[in-house]
């Protein structure tokens, strides 16, 4: 009997968490048998409580383990201490300290055999290595991808087998807004190639993946919009207002690097490997929250 696999989600009701739980609940039937320990501030709240019916309609154990990002592992480990794989997110706000505690725990307390960090692309899979930037959130995030490595190093050369998987998304389709067009994923597409490497991760061991489904002007985006959804874009198209945006401290640099640098992510070669990866019309079609408005619909 194949032993069921222990996978970890960090932020499991967060964008990224659920987009990796869904896409896990449906991985094909050959993969592993999977348990998925769900991190959650609220265990009891109802959008946990329809992910454990959907995931157990599927075959699949859903345990909400309380928890949250920022606060220490160990309870969360000493509940649960042994684990194969731990998908981590971390978000802004000492990320640095934060990632590099969940990927102790997870080695040192957890015994994990695996870890699918998910980080941020500043210029294409060979350039992000040894490109940290000056924008402080992706030079966290480098820090953590850079730490998560040299510690699979370590334990390799101690005799323990240890996978690590690194994605790198490129901006966001949900959280677009006026000025940040150009290469985008959605984050059902990092979800998508979190459960790949948890399915199969001798051949995600080791590699550091740029993500994105579409390159598209912000004029492309509107008359995309426009055609597909039947009104006008939004001004403000993003869970934060503009003025929001430009209140957190690094996103003039942020912008600097888009401007400067840019992604750097292959979107011909990432099609190749998943077909379904999604542009902007597919996103707005498929995912976005206005699926419902389109016209004719």
Do not use: C
């Not at 609220?42 to 019916?53: D, H, M, Q, R």
């Not at 640095?96 to 695996?114: H, R």
């Not at 870890?115 to 030079?139: A, Q, Y």
């Not at 080791?206 to 919009?225: C, K, M, P």
């Amino acid at each position: 009997m194949v032993p069921t696999k222990k996978v970890l989600v960090l932020g499991a009701t967060g964008k990224q968490g659920a987009a990796v739980v869904d896409a896990l609940l449906d991985l094909p039937s050959s993969s592993p048998t999977l348990e998925i320990l769900a991190l959650t501030r609220s265990p009891e709240s109802a959008k946990i409580k329809s992910l454990i019916e959907t995931a157990k309609a599927k075959g699949v154990t859903v345990t909400p383990v309380k928890g949250d990002l920022k606060d220490s592992p160990a309870p969360v480990f000493e509940a649960h201490p042994r684990v194969d794989t731990v998908f981590v997110v971390t978000t802004i706000g000492n990320e640095d300290a934060i990632g590099k505690a969940w990927v102790d725990a997870a080695i040192d307390k957890g015994e994990a055999s695996q870890i699918v960090l998910t980080s941020v692309d500043r210029g294409g899979e060979d350039k992000s290595w040894v490109n940290p930037t000056d924008v402080p959130h992706f030079l966290q995030k480098h820090a953590i991808e850079v730490y998560l490595r040299d510690r699979a190093d370590e334990l390799e050369k101690n005799g323990r087998k240890f996978r690590w998987t690194i994605l790198r998304p490129t901006a966001f389709l949900d959280n677009t807004n006026p000025g940040m067009f150009g290469k985008l994923v959605s984050v059902r597409d990092i979800g998508l190639f979190a459960a790949k490497a948890v399915g199969n991760p001798e051949q995600w061991d080791r590699r550091a993946v740029s993500l994105a489904g579409d390159s598209i002007t912000y004029a492309q985006a509107r008359e995309t919009f426009k055609r597909v959804v039947g009104s006008d874009m939004p001004q403000t198209y993003t869970i934060f207002g503009q003025g929001m945006l430009w209140a957190i401290a690094d996103v003039g640099k942020m912008f600097e690097f888009f401007r400067t640098e840019g992604y750097g992510a292959d979107i011909q070669v990432l099609r190749k490997e998943e077909p379904r990866l999604q542009t902007f019309e597919a996103w707005l079609k498929e995912s976005s929250g206005w699926k419902n408005e389109m016209s004719g619909l």
